[in-house]
């Protein structure tokens, strides 16, 4: 079952294992350790990481022996939530309903539009969607509905690379420093991270949770840039900038894992 892993060097392989409605991504990696298993919310499969190391048999008979946690696990991840018409959604925080329009264009092929009986409604983070009591704010969808998702995906991103470019300068000029380059991606093991040379990289679901949780992210990984390590100089440092610092962590360790709903295939 695990023969692809008989290189001892780094690489990814994809498995299914019977008992399970989700493959499992066995990644065997120089920096690991010891064996371990996780859920990959994302991409909604296992994640089994082996040091460079391990036998055949360890692996195997690791995943065996948490086998029932992993599927208990893949289990009790919420419903995706497919970009489709008629899909309530948040941006920034705030419910929006995706309309599908065809050909009609507007401003670009994807644009929001509030209508004046419109409700700004907070998320429902716990899981669930809030019925709507009057309308929702709508993103509009332009062009062919089997190319939509993927429209509404890349505005996604260029939405969030603003907001995120906007929020790095912004902190950066406040703390005295300079980014080399801000790049945002479909990354989904980390929200954010800062490269040795001064690279800020960011997952784009960020645009979907409120404001001040994209400007503490950001915050964070601006403070990187002067101190690589999560030390009390390093909290300092966001704190200074980002004075609602413990609200936007806390608010990702809560909900964070809920944004990798959205925006799975059906």
Same mark, same amino acid.
């Given at each position: 079952?695990?023969?692809?892993?008989?290189?001892?060097?780094?690489?990814?392989?994809?498995?299914?294992?019977?008992?399970?409605?989700?493959?499992?991504?066995?990644?065997?990696?120089?920096?690991?350790?010891?064996?371990?298993?996780? +859920?990959?919310?994302?991409?909604?499969?296992? +994640?089994?990481?082996?040091?460079?190391?391990?036998?055949?048999?360890?692996?195997?008979?690791?995943?065996?022996?948490?086998?029932?946690?992993?599927?208990?696990?893949?289990?009790?991840?919420?419903?995706?939530?497919?970009?489709?018409?008629?899909?309530?959604?948040?941006?920034?925080?705030?419910? /929006?309903?995706?309309?599908? +329009?065809?050909?009609?264009?507007?401003?670009?092929?994807?644009?929001?539009?509030?209508?004046?009986?419109?409700?700004?409604?907070?998320?429902?983070?716990?899981?669930?969607?809030?019925?709507?009591?009057?309308?929702?704010?709508?993103?509009?969808?332009?062009?062919?509905?089997?190319?939509?998702?993927?429209?509404?995906?890349?505005?996604?991103?260029?939405?969030?690379?603003?907001?995120?470019?906007?929020?790095?300068?912004?902190?950066?000029?406040?703390?005295?420093?300079?980014?080399?380059?801000?790049? +945002?991606?479909?990354?989904?093991?980390?929200?954010?991270?800062?490269?040795?040379?001064?690279?800020?990289?960011?997952?784009?679901?960020?645009?979907?949770?409120?404001?001040?949780?994209?400007?503490?992210?950001?915050?964070?990984?601006?403070? /990187?840039?002067?101190?690589?390590?999560?030390?009390?100089?390093?909290?300092?440092?966001?704190?200074?900038?980002?004075?609602?610092?413990?609200?936007?962590?806390?608010?990702?360790?809560?909900?964070?894992?809920?944004? /990798?709903?959205?925006?799975?295939?059906?």
């Amino acid at each position: 079952m695990l023969r692809g892993l008989a290189r001892r060097k780094p690489e990814n392989l994809q498995m299914t294992v019977q008992g399970l409605d989700a493959p499992v991504t066995v990644r065997r990696s120089a920096r690991a350790r010891r064996l371990t298993l996780s +859920v990959n919310e994302a991409r909604r499969n296992g +994640v089994l990481t082996v040091p460079l190391h391990t036998s055949l048999e360890e692996a195997g008979d690791f995943l065996s022996r948490h086998f029932e946690w992993l599927r208990d696990r893949l289990a009790a991840m919420p419903e995706g939530v497919p970009f489709s018409d008629g899909t309530v959604m948040p941006l920034r925080g705030l419910e /929006h309903e995706l309309q599908f +329009v065809g050909p009609a264009r507007r401003r670009g092929v994807v644009w929001t539009r509030a209508d004046d009986d419109s409700s700004d409604k907070a998320v429902d983070w716990s899981g669930g969607q809030k019925a709507a009591g009057g309308s929702l704010p709508v993103i509009c969808v332009a062009g062919d509905e089997q190319h939509a998702p993927r429209r509404l995906k890349d505005w996604l991103i260029r939405e969030a690379r603003a907001d995120l470019t906007a929020r790095s300068h912004w902190h950066a000029k406040n703390l005295s420093l300079a980014p080399k380059r801000i790049t +945002v991606r479909d990354q989904t093991t980390r929200w954010g991270s800062c490269s040795a040379t001064g690279v800020l990289s960011y997952s784009w679901r960020v645009i979907l949770a409120p404001p001040f949780v994209l400007d503490y992210l950001a915050a964070h990984e601006v403070a /990187h840039l002067k101190e690589m390590n999560h030390s009390k100089r390093f909290w300092a440092l966001v704190r200074e900038t980002m004075p609602r610092m413990e609200e936007g962590r806390r608010w990702l360790r809560k909900h964070g894992n809920s944004l /990798h709903r959205f925006g799975v295939e059906a």
